[in-house]
């Protein structure tokens, strides 16, 4: 399977506890994108990678949050210090070059948070 | 401030009928706009996109059109399958950066 993956698929965690999780993009895609959906919401962007560079985020991205992608393949997103309100799906997306392309979606890390 | 409304959050069609769902933009800068399907559990899966220098787009049973002058879209099914049960996100950038999501309706397809 060559499309975008995600790990863990499931977090549960106790409020206050840190959580990390990782995104596997499509292998040729240079722009890789995360995206945080609630209930009844569509979702909403957090930011986004251009190879190694982090070009853009969302002021939803609260310095509680962190996100890297060291060596342009995989990325990570770090939650510090939980709260219930980060309960959510948090979605990963990749894209190639940079204008009107299609970000295709990887299956998403459900969290909740106790 | 959500740039990107879709006012309906369900649907219901019987199969082989043809589904509608709309989708409403207020940024007159967004220039490029997809449709996506989401299953529960499941990522979104990419449907079929619209560049603004068109107005219409068709791949197989989905069509969608752009009203630029509206500032509407709208996703066609047809004819409809129960497999086309989902929930149906419309999308638009201005800069192919950033993707606004509208809130999603659910369609359910009757046999």
């Known amino acids: 399977d060559t499309g975008v993956s995600q790990d863990p698929r499931h977090k549960i965690t106790k409020r206050g506890q840190n959580v990390t999780f990782r995104c596997d993009p499509i292998?040729?895609?240079?722009?890789l994108y995360w995206y945080r959906q609630t209930l009844g919401q569509g979702p909403e962007f957090l930011t986004y990678?251009?190879?190694?560079?982090?070009?853009?985020k969302s002021r939803l991205l609260s310095d509680r949050f962190s996100a890297e992608r060291p060596k342009g393949s995989f990325s990570t997103l770090e939650i510090q210090r939980t709260e219930q309100g980060d309960s959510a799906m948090y979605l990963c997306?990749?894209?190639?070059?940079?204008?009107?392309?299609?970000?295709?979606f990887g299956p998403g890390t459900r969290l909740l948070v106790l | 401030d959500q740039q990107v409304k879709q006012n309906s959050p369900s649907l219901s069609v019987q199969e082989g009928r043809i589904s509608i769902l709309n989708c409403d933009y207020t940024?007159?800068?967004?220039?490029?706009f997809l449709w996506y399907k989401k299953y529960p559990a499941e990522g979104p899966t990419f449907l079929i996109s619209?560049?603004?220098?068109?107005d219409k787009n068709e791949d197989g049973r989905f069509t969608v059109f752009l009203n630029k002058s509206a500032k509407h879209l709208s996703l066609h099914i047809v004819p409809s399958q129960p497999g086309d049960s989902a929930v149906y996100f419309c999308?638009?950038?201005?800069?192919?950066?950033?993707?606004?999501f509208g809130t999603g309706t659910s369609l359910t397809v009757i046999p």
């Open positions: 997306a990749s894209s190639s070059a940079s204008g009107q392309e299609t970000q295709y």
């Open positions: 292998s040729e895609h240079n722009r």
């Open positions: 990678f251009q190879n190694e560079a982090q070009l853009e």
């Open positions: 940024n007159s800068m967004f220039d490029y």
């Open positions: 619209i560049s603004s220098i068109k």
């Open positions: 999308a638009a950038s201005d800069t192919g950066n950033q993707f606004y």
